[in-house]
């Protein structure tokens, strides 16, 4: 058995998601194809795909090993480029997906900065809260938070964030300020339409566990910067990334409530269809952003100074 193709032939299935879409580009008949799966889960002793007539889908060991396949074909994909061809230079249209205020906040500057060194690279880019299918879509890159997508998906972890509970100074003196989730439930709550825990707010103690409270208000809506405005206009609690409440934090407009109690933190990723086959360009601004928001511990550098100012004690919530 020829590993090599074996592995390849492997990640062709998982990213075609079926036999022959695989065989064709691959140049192979359905059969061949079907003999190097099955010599490969021989050699490995282990099923890497669940077949049926209608889909195929990974098994937890094949899951395992796409992740590192795609990493390995990538790597000797890379070692032939360097000693072949040298260095190419990224060039063409780059069509980029991010939620809205990320992107207008975090990523058009590192749009600006990318472009400066690589002035044959045009962008095309869909600012979008909803989660974009960049392979039906025809994107080449995304930045995401938190999940990022199917399986067949690669993510590249270039920070993190962190959900901030918060409310304008005016709403807690009319209102009260919560001492703990439970308190939230009986408060105005200003909800985000894709959370993926809905109207669940979830947060975790010093001690790791979890406190998980159902929020409601009046307001419910699909833009977390158009929230933050509400809530610094005084109509309620928020949960949002630091990365949008950051300066309404820094100036006291919001202020950081429930103190020793946060959500966990998720990651922040740039996500494309797989390392395999990636054009100079996907490649180069994928390095790119890793680079320019990577700082000590994976914190990204923008939100490294972050200090989250905290309500000092005052009065009980009012019923």
Known sequence: ???????????????????SRA??????????????LADLEAHLGVRLLNRTTRRLSLTEAGQAFYERSVQLLADLEEAEAAVSSGAVTPRGTLKITCSMTFGIRLLAPAIAAFAARHPAVRFEIE?????????????????????????????????????????????????????LPADL????????????????????????????????????ANNGQLLAVLATSGMGIVLEPDFIVAPELASGALVALLPGHAPAASGIYVVYPSRRHLSAKVRAFADF???????????????????????????????
């Open 185 to 220: 439930a009986r408060h105005a709550c200003l909800t985000y339409a894709y959370s993926a825990t809905g109207n669940a707010w979830r947060f975790l103690d010093a001690q790791g566990h979890e406190h998980m409270v159902r929020v409601q208000g009046g307001v419910h």
């Open 127 to 179: 600012l979008s809260d909803r989660q974009v299918d960049i392979v039906d879509e025809g994107i080449d890159l995304a930045v995401r938070i938190g999940d990022i997508g199917p399986q067949t998906l690669i993510g590249r972890r270039i920070g993190s964030m962190q959900l901030v509970c918060c409310a304008a100074p005016a709403y807690l003196a009319a209102h009260g300020t919560p001492r």
């Open 23 to 36: 065989a064709e580009r691959l140049g192979l008949s359905t059969s061949a194809v079907s003999r190097h």
């Open 1 to 19: 058995m020829d590993r090599l193709q074996a592995i390849s032939v492997f990640a062709q299935v998982v990213e075609q998601g079926h036999l």
């Open 289 to 319: 952003l890793v680079e320019r928001f990577r700082g000590e511990g994976g914190q990204m550098e923008p939100l490294a100074t972050l200090r989250v100012p905290r309500m000092p004690a005052g009065p009980t919530m009012r019923r």
